[in-house]
């Protein structure tokens, strides 16, 4: 039996408003992020699988491949239990497809965290499950494997009673919590976690219930973010970002995202 467990996290308006403000006033870009101290299931790697580019490419591109991306994304949207092969073509062979643009804006973000920011947690009403349902459909529509989202989503269908799909979009989270951490065990700036989203790798740290500070850009393509306190004697972890910046747009302005503290959920626990 699945049993839906919801860990108090800091409030809206201490981790977001709070840390505007801070930020308009003193005009700092180090602001900590803020982030649950809870401790989350976060599968162990299982092995390390480095992404090959080439290789996702062809698997993903070829109609006769168990990789055919149209078909993995079929299955993914429809709720089916996938393998580690199929998450990490999936994962990473959407920076290979046309909807891929990480540097724009995700309205439909801003949509959930704006329900996120009135929802009574531990009872939330039907009209803003509802909401938050439809506004995570369309944040995901841009960023379809943000863990983030889909922890989001296991919590709204799980409030709505929709037991299957609550277990389907915690799966899937885990799918892709496990396929970053088995493409590197980001304790070198030589052995990076890789990204298709700077967010996702501050999820990543954050669904294991480490608090976290800014993220240090240190050569093209990596990017070092430091934990407030170091765990097992590391003190960070490392991620590849070079996805992200395929296509930059000209004149874009780095921005840093805040991830995974606008409510009050941490991944889900099933027992």
């Given at each position: ?46 092995q390390t699988r480095v992404p090959d ?49 990480p540097l724009e804006n995700n309205k ?83 052995t990076p976690m890789h990204i298709i ?75």
């Amino acid at each position: 039996m699945m049993k839906r467990v919801i860990v108090a996290m800091l409030s809206v308006a201490l981790s977001m408003q709070a840390a505007s403000a801070q930020e308009q006033t003193q005009g700092q870009n180090n602001v900590q992020e803020q982030q649950t101290t809870a401790q989350a299931p976060v599968p162990e790697p299982s092995q390390t699988r480095v992404p090959d580019n080439e290789d996702i490419l062809k698997k993903i591109t070829e109609a006769t491949s168990p990789y055919f991306y149209p078909n993995l994304m079929m299955r993914y949207k429809n709720g089916e239990q996938l393998t580690d092969d199929e998450y990490h073509y999936l994962y990473y062979g959407f920076a290979f497809q046309l909807q891929y643009k990480p540097l724009e804006n995700n309205k439909g973000m801003d949509r959930v965290q704006n329900v996120m920011s009135r929802l009574a947690i531990d009872e939330p009403s039907v009209t803003d499950i509802d909401e938050l349902i439809a506004a995570c459909t369309e944040a995901m529509e841009q960023d379809p494997f943000s863990p983030q989202l889909l922890n989001i989503m296991a919590y709204a269908y799980g409030a709505s009673g929709d037991k299957k799909r609550e277990k389907a979009y915690y799966d899937h989270m885990n799918g892709i919590l496990r396929c970053i951490g088995n493409s590197g065990n980001g304790l070198k700036e030589k052995t990076p976690m890789h990204i298709i989203m700077f967010s996702h790798g501050l999820d990543y740290i954050a669904a294991k219930g480490w608090n976290y500070l800014k993220g240090r850009i240190i050569s093209r393509t990596v990017e070092f973010v430091p934990f407030t306190v170091p765990h097992n004697k590391v003190k960070g972890y490392y991620f590849d970002y070079s996805r992200i910046y395929w296509n930059k747009p000209e004149n874009y302005t780095f921005k840093r995202e805040r991830t995974w503290q606008i409510n009050n959920l941490k991944p889900r626990e099933y027992k």
